[in-house]
């Protein structure tokens, strides 16, 4: 093997493996993110989540109450679009944990968009969702 093909070939695999590096850590990076938790009071099976809770760097709020079996994350798809899942594994009811990017089963690995989609089996189900209900200073989540 001549020296400039040594070479290409030490290069090529070097920044590959900086390349596969960088994505593997890409979602760990993106879970840093701070995720603002609420403990919040229904009224009427109803959340009011205010508008404000949304925090610069972070699509998602996750609710709290001792009423619910499982907290609620509320995703702010766009300026008026907010959807609201909760946070067990559909594929057998394991609590999931949150990103920015999406939510994740830490009992078999199973992974969820910001959507509520399966992006990664064993779950072949999406994330119950509830209703949610846009106002001008805050978002209700009916359970
Ligand atoms: S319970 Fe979540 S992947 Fe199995």
């Not at 090529?12 to 009071?41: D, F, H, K, R």
């Not at 992006?119 to 994330?127: D, G, K, V, Y």
């Not at 209703?131 to 009916?142: A, D, G, M, P, R």
Request: proline share 4%; charged share 15%.
């Amino acid at each position: 093997m001549d020296k400039n093909r040594r070479e290409f070939i030490k290069n090529s695999c070097t920044l590959c493996a900086g390349v596969l590096g960088l994505s593997a850590l890409l979602p760990a990076l993106q879970s840093c993110v701070a995720i603002n938790t609420l403990q919040l009071e229904p009224i009427n099976n109803t959340f009011k989540v205010p508008i404000s809770s949304f925090i610069e760097t972070s699509r998602v709020v996750v609710i709290k109450h001792n009423t619910l079996s499982f907290p609620i994350a509320l995703v702010k798809s766009d300026i008026t679009n907010y959807r609201a899942f909760e946070l067990k594994c559909t594929h057998q009811d394991n609590g999931l944990g949150v990103s920015n990017s999406g939510f994740f089963c830490s009992m078999h690995g199973s992974n969820f968009d910001l959507n509520g989609r399966v992006q990664t089996p064993p779950a072949s189900r999406n994330l119950k969702e509830f209703k949610t209900i846009l106002q001008t200073e805050s978002i209700l989540v009916t359970v």
